[in-house]
């Protein structure tokens, strides 16, 4: 085979982790997936092990290497991406208790993942402060990130336990630790969860900010739990930047690669799917184009497409040649993906998870499943079918006009952007006593709506302070439904890119921060534009009627957010 060289990327979900491997111009050689254990033991705690994690890590990258038919020798660059979960270590470098249920003795469970909301109160206190840090997480510090959930272990872990924590990492740090030895951070882990103010924005730690919120010995330790000092006693790399010596020899054997193979500093994994998508091209002349003037591609193009990583929650990653500050939307965050250059992430706390929560929670799922099944489909493509013979059958125009009547508002496990509210919640209007399937393709129909809807009012808070984003990269996957994505297109008004590979697009964006790593002299947004690939294009609809159905409908979507805030008014006897 040819070109000789190859890349392994890694990633890790909420539910699995995956390892892909690529050739030196982008292309898919395999995949493997292996799934990873949660504990979800109430609705708010979410936790999982390191351990569990590197064995699926390690057995999904030799499935992989073997299905490319290339060798260990070949692998010139191994990258990582992982969720922003808070990964939890002893001094001696062994997994620590972050599990009450087990008073903290449970050491498998070391890891808050960041579905978990069991911080909501240490966030709010943080917010409180109203401190100038805040300004880079949209003025609201959310519970899903590092540090509420770190000064929540101070407030709740036995205090001989705390004070035997080595390491407070997030989960893509970890991973690059594991696989290298090295304590070397990434800019965007700590940029994006940790409160750190990079290079070019501030001096990494504020000191008063841990002072004002309860975490002040964190600085009389030199920061030592959270990667320390740049260049006094902690390291800090932008993506894809080489991460010590590369693979130490225990990782080598157990992933089935060579000792020394380069790794790339680590992204959270919405960024890699936006490292995937967002230099993409469709074709050769394109990509020939961007590659000539790099610096104008990376101006035009870079600054007017969103990335969207559509997995269990939705985040959305634009970029800018300057800091444009948005309420509600974390960042501005500093080259924590392209360096120098200003990145904004908007996110959705729930959204495959509330697809599967609407179908699950129905009386006629069952019934579903075992149809779509007597037809060898997922549960997905039957419901798409059974609503376009909905629509066939009642003789409608548009596949919308069967939820005229049915509306959600989709903050199910609270809302992430542009409110930063975790305390609101769901709502659905045009409940029957219907529980067939019928019902439940509609109420899947507008949960599909209710996220497109939310995804418009995200892009709608970038445009109105600065960004122009008139195009949505998406990746992950709930790309592979045709409704979900004609629907974003359709009510955000924008196109839509999906990528080459819809179910490996994260990962290859992993992939490419291997051979950053591998060939360290060329930039990012080079990688990016030389091996991305991009796929299908998906237009907004030019029917001036579905685009006025759509209008009410995304008015509706506000209303019913007005309508909730009245309602806790009311019954808070505060209206």
């Not at 149809?371 to 066939?392: G, K, S, W």
Request: hydrophobic content about 35%; overall charge negative; aromatic content about 6%.
């Amino acid at each position: 085979m040819s070109p000789k060289a190859y890349y392994l990327g890694i990633d890790v979900g909420t539910g699995s982790a995956r390892a892909v491997v690529i050739d030196s111009e982008g292309a898919f050689l395999a995949q493997d997936v292996e799934p990873i254990k949660l504990y979800n033991p109430r609705h708010d705690i979410y936790e999982q092990s390191t351990t569990d994690i590197w064995r699926a890590i390690c057995k999904s990258s030799r499935e992989a290497v073997a299905s490319a038919k290339v060798e260990p020798s070949d692998i010139k660059g191994v990258g990582f991406d992982a969720t922003c979960s808070l990964v939890v270590l002893d001094k001696e470098g062994n997994p620590a208790s972050v599990d009450e249920d087990s008073n903290f003795e449970n050491n498998d469970l070391n890891l808050i993942l960041w579905a978990d909301h069991r911080a909501v109160d240490q966030a709010a206190r943080i917010n409180a402060t109203q401190h100038k840090v805040l300004n880079y997480v949209g003025r609201t510090i959310s519970p899903e990130m590092e540090i509420p959930k770190s000064l929540w272990l101070k407030e709740n872990l036995p205090k001989e336990k705390w004070d035997n924590i080595g390491h407070l990492m997030d989960l893509p740090d970890f991973l690059t630790f594991r696989a290298t030895g090295s304590r070397a951070r990434s800019t965007c882990s700590l940029t994006c969860k940790c409160s750190y103010l990079p290079r070019g924005v501030g001096n990494g730690w504020d000191e008063s900010y841990f002072e004002a919120i309860g975490l002040g010995e964190l600085k009389d330790e030199k920061w030592e739990r959270l990667g320390g000092i740049e260049g006094e006693n902690g390291q800090v790399l932008t993506a894809g930047d080489p991460v010590g010596n590369g693979l130490t020899q225990q990782a080598a054997e157990e992933l089935g690669l060579l000792p020394g193979t380069p790794v790339g500093s680590a992204v959270i994994d919405a960024y890699a799917g936006a490292i995937a998508t967002t230099g993409a091209t469709a074709n050769a002349e394109e990509r020939t184009r961007m590659l000539e003037s790099l610096d104008k591609s990376l101006l035009e193009q870079g600054s007017s497409r969103v990335a969207i990583a559509c997995g269990t929650s939705s985040c959305h990653i634009a970029m800018a040649p300057k800091d444009i500050y948005v309420d509600g939307v974390w960042g501005p965050y500093r080259s924590v993906m392209v360096p120098d250059m200003w990145h904004a992430e908007g996110g959705q706390s729930s959204t495959g998870q509330l697809i599967d929560h609407t179908l699950n929670t129905h009386p006629a799922i069952n019934e579903a499943r075992k149809l779509a099944d007597a037809e060898n489909m997922n549960v997905y493509a039957f419901l798409n079918r059974h609503l376009e013979r909905m629509q066939e059958e009642r003789g409608f125009k548009h596949l919308e006009d069967l939820t005229k009547q049915m509306h959600i508002y989709p903050d199910y496990h609270g809302n992430r952007s542009p409110l930063a509210d975790p305390t609101l919640r769901g709502m659905i209007i045009g409940v029957s006593l219907d529980h067939s399937i019928n019902d439940l393709a509609t109420r899947y129909l507008a949960t599909l709506q209710a996220i497109s809807c939310q995804t418009r009012h995200i892009i709608e808070s970038l445009n109105a302070k600065g960004y122009k984003i008139n195009t949505l990269c998406l990746s992950g996957g709930l790309c592979k439904n045709p409704i979900f994505v004609k629907l974003h297109a359709d009510i955000t008004r924008c196109r839509v890119i999906l990528p080459d590979r819809i179910d490996a697009a994260v990962v290859i964006g992993a992939a490419f921060l291997g051979a950053r790593a591998a060939e360290p002299s060329t930039s990012l947004w080079e990688i990016m534009v030389r091996l991305g690939r991009a796929g299908q294009v998906v237009e907004p609809t030019s029917d001036t009627e579905l685009e006025e159905i759509n209008e009410r409908r995304y008015r509706i979507f506000h209303e019913m957010l007005k309508d909730q805030k009245k309602y806790r008014a009311i019954m808070e006897g505060s209206c």
